[in-house]
């Protein structure tokens, strides 16, 4: 086996293989990620925001994955819906409970898009209001081209089936302009959700988007096919990201590292992050959890990478 390079620290052997990185290369270069769809022209992780970001021209569509107390995974970003939904008008009292203790038929209640409108009104539209929660399987969908299906009055339409799982419905999407995005996974503090990683894998199966499942897809699958983004056909549609370690092994058991994945890694300008040692036990994590990248929590408290994590960065990965 070639070994593009190898260092050993802390038990871990920084090494990044050929097949690695040809897995890397199955991401497009300076490829432009919809961070949560959008979080200035609609309501962030919304099927408008989702649209919007498809529309557009992204090459992913970034979502933040929990799960429900009844355990269907939901797109969102905050452990409670207080931010982004009204939940302390239709459940008074439990704005500040967490996700895991609503059922998705208490979930789909919930309007994801008044509050948008209210803070940000010169950017707010009509449509917004009552925008869903989603469940991960919609983001699929939408990066497939198509709407959540609804009933007249606009609630969606779903029905359940013989095990009392819900099955949700779509159609085509009028607006469709024909670019076909890949979908950027976060696993959303898994550590509170034992067995995530296999329900999303599970869920990848089921929907026909598992890049280890189903019809092989062709090596030479280009990122962009007649103008039109194309990453959502190409063997880099799935990247799976984590600030949790158990969570990157999870994934690494799983995907048996032939799927994109990143390790993210939070306040990287603290004074730990300058020492030596720990960046390198950083990377030896990350590659040997089979990562092919590395992220860092961008925010108001730090503001990347150091030059000399960045520059090791670059060496190994």
Not at 138 to 147: H, M, S, Y
Not at 198 to 224: H, M, S
Not at 255 to 284: H, Q, R, W, Y
Request: net charge neutral; with cysteine.
């Amino acid at each position: 086996m070639f070994f593009l390079l190898c260092v050993t620290f802390s038990g871990y052997s920084q090494v990044i293989t050929s097949e690695a990185k040809k897995v890397q290369g199955y991401m497009p270069a300076n490829a432009v990620i919809a961070h949560r769809g959008t979080v200035y022209w609609a309501p962030e992780l919304t099927e408008a925001a989702f649209r919007w970001a498809r529309n557009t021209g992204a090459d992913y569509v970034e979502l933040d994955v929990q799960r429900s107390k009844d355990g269907v995974l939901i797109v969102m970003h905050d452990r409670t819906f207080k931010r982004t939904t009204d939940v302390d008008k239709k459940f008074p009292s439990r704005e500040n409970d967490f996700i895991d203790s609503f059922t998705i038929e208490e979930i789909m209640k919930l309007d994801a898009g008044s509050t948008f409108n209210k803070k940000y009104p010169d950017r707010a539209r009509k449509n917004f209001v009552g925008q869903n929660v989603l469940v991960l399987e919609d983001v699929f969908r939408i990066a497939e081209g198509k709407i959540i299906k609804r009933n007249p009055d606009g609630s969606r339409v779903c029905h359940k089936d013989a095990t009392g799982k819900y099955v949700f419905e779509y159609e085509q999407d009028p607006a469709d302009n024909g670019n076909r995005p890949g979908v950027y996974i976060e696993t959303k503090d898994p550590d509170s959700y034992p067995g995530m990683e296999e329900q999303v894998y599970a869920d990848l199966t089921r929907i026909g988007w598992n890049p280890l499942e189903g019809a092989k897809i062709k090596d030479n699958e280009p990122f962009c096919k007649k103008g039109k983004v194309n990453v959502g056909n190409t063997k880099g549609k799935v990247l799976l990201q984590s600030f949790s370690r158990p969570g990157m092994q999870n994934i690494k058991r799983l995907f048996k590292e032939k799927v994109l994945t990143s390790f993210l890694i939070e306040n990287p300008k603290s004074n730990d992050f300058a020492k030596s040692e720990v960046m390198d036990e950083i990377i030896g994590f990350a590659v040997n959890t089979g990562a092919q990248f590395i992220g860092t929590n961008l925010g108001e408290t730090n503001d990347g990478l150091t030059p000399a994590f960045s520059e090791k960065i670059s060496r190994i990965l």
